[in-house]
């Protein structure tokens, strides 16, 4: 029987792909350890979607505990090192779409999941522009008793 947390993470993903989201598909999104790879050159555009760290919330009971699962969603495109608006124009989109699927949704409840927040991460990620590579990430929380 696979871990809650993997479970979950696959969860997230498939939900991700489900948004039909133009340009992201599951050809582009990833399952990774770290939220990003500026030595993988194959990746153009497209999302990595890895874990965070977990955290103990206020619903747990004398016999379950109340565990949220995080995973970061970094969403990323080769740069056209432009400082203006448009650098962000691909990736805002998705990140709103993914945002308003998950937060304070339940899309996950047959994995046990019963509720999902969006929590804030960096819009824009310094390191991977250093590469190249437009970048925004978001923690998606999947809130479990267990």
């Known amino acids: 029987m696979p871990a809650t947390l993997e479970t979950l993470w696959d969860a997230v993903v498939i939900q991700i792909d489900a948004l039909e989201l133009e340009g992201l598909s599951a050809a582009n999104i990833r399952q990774q350890p770290l939220p990003l790879n500026p030595a993988d050159n194959e990746l153009t555009a497209g999302a990595i979607v890895c ?87 978001l923690i998606v929380r999947c809130w479990v008793l267990e």
């Open 51 to 137: 874990p965070a760290t977990e955290t103990e919330g206020n619903n747990g009971t004398n016999h379950k505990s109340d565990i949220g699962y995080g995973f970061q969603v970094t969403l990323l495109k080769v740069s056209n090192a432009a400082l203006n608006k448009t650098a962000q124009q691909t990736l805002l989109p998705w990140r709103e779409a993914i945002r308003r699927h998950f937060h304070h949704q339940s899309p996950l409840s047959a994995h046990g999941c019963y509720l999902c927040t969006v929590e804030p991460a960096p819009v824009v990620l310094p390191d991977a522009w250093k590469h190249q590579l437009d970048a925004s990430a």
